[in-house]
């Protein structure tokens, strides 16, 4: 059963097209991941999925019950970490839980049980205020605002932007845990290392899904060769490859640059053509696609398209 049905969602501020007819589903119990960079209309879906914001055209069901209609009953049932600004800064840790269970009606102790495992990372700090805490402690408690009328879809926008790896890494267990009490979670990130972690992926971009699968089956997309490509001097390795006829694409991925050819170009003629520039100390290697290659490529394939398709 779907915990989300998004039907032709479409929505313009003033020429702006922030999204453009999106349509996809979110099943019950499920860790759905929205990846896409700045400005792909992440945030403008969100609110409209939790009453927020009304689109333009479409429409969106969460847990059965319609946006725009029901959306009284609808907010009791929805837990909505925004990007920014969910806390109240001069509030303690402790004050800000009772605030957001209060207006859901509801206590801290209640609902205890699902946020037990968050909160007890939090207590030592529980008399501090919000606005002194850590990036990662103030994403804890955000969440467990977020969880303390015992949601059961959760809505986690960029939860983990700017927060540093190690929290960053914590954050996705509690969300692994979360899931395994029964709660749909849709979350978005601009960071593709997190995408492995959900159940299914969907790639946002200029306002349009460009894709949605599991994290390996989304790979599966990716059809052309793909090389490793390192040498002594990697600026004027990525200048020769772009250069090069033969080149599709290149990108810095970390130590390496990674290479998609056109018409079948193999290693050895890669090789060659980067021995004739003289590079030095030159590994390429066949690789499989991720899922950052993948979805880099699916946007290319997308820019490359008429404006208006
Ligand atoms: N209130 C607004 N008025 C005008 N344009 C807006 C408004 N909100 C968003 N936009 C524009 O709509 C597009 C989608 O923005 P949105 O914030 O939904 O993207 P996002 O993927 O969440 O990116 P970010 O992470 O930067 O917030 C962008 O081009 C943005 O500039």
């Known amino acids: 059963m779907s915990a989300i049905v998004i039907e032709n969602i479409s929505k313009a501020y003033g020429p702006t097209q922030a999204l453009h007819d999106v349509s996809f589903t979110v099943k019950q119990g499920e860790l759905f991941g929205l990846i896409g960079p700045d400005g792909a209309g992440k945030t403008t879906l969100f609110k409209i999925l ?10 969106v069901t969460v847990s059965g019950l319609d946006v725009v209609s029901d959306y009284k009953r609808l907010r009791q049932q929805i837990g909505y970490m925004p990007g920014r600004f969910s806390l109240y800064q001069d509030l303690s840790v402790q004050e800000n839980l009772s605030f957001f269970a209060t207006i859901f009606g509801s206590t801290i102790e209640a609902n205890y049980a699902l946020i037990k495992d968050i909160y007890e990372q939090l207590a030592p700090f529980k008399n501090r205020r919000a606005g002194q805490l850590s990036g990662g402690m103030k994403q804890k408690l955000a969440l467990c605002c977020a969880l303390i009328h015992k949601p059961e879809v959760l809505f986690l926008d960029e939860p983990t932007t700017g927060v540093d790896a190690v929290s960053r890494k914590e954050f996705w267990e509690m969300l ?3 899931k395994a009490q ?10 593709m290392d997190e995408a492995g972690l959900c159940d299914r992926v969907g790639f946002i971009q200029n306002g349009q899904i460009l894709a949605i699968d599991t994290p390996v089956d989304v790979t599966q997309r990716f059809k052309k060769p793909l090389y490793a490509v390192r040498a002594g001097s990697t600026y004027q390795l990525i200048q020769d490859l772009r250069q090069a006829s033969f080149t599709e694409s290149c990108y810095a ?7 998609t050819t056109r018409n079948g170009t193999d290693k050895q003629q890669i090789e060659q053509y980067l021995l004739d520039k003289k590079h030095q100390e030159l590994e390429i290697e066949r690789i ?3 899922i950052e290659d993948t979805f880099m490529a699916l946007m290319n394939q997308q820019a490359g398209q008429p404006a208006n398709q």
């Open 288 to 290: 499989p696609p991720g």
């Open 176 to 178: 692994r845990r979360l």
């Open 50 to 59: 939790v009453t927020l914001l009304l689109a333009d055209k479409g429409q």
């Open 182 to 191: 029964g709660l749909t979670i849709l979350v978005s990130t601009p960071y």
């Open 253 to 259: 991925f970390g130590e390496s640059l990674h290479l």
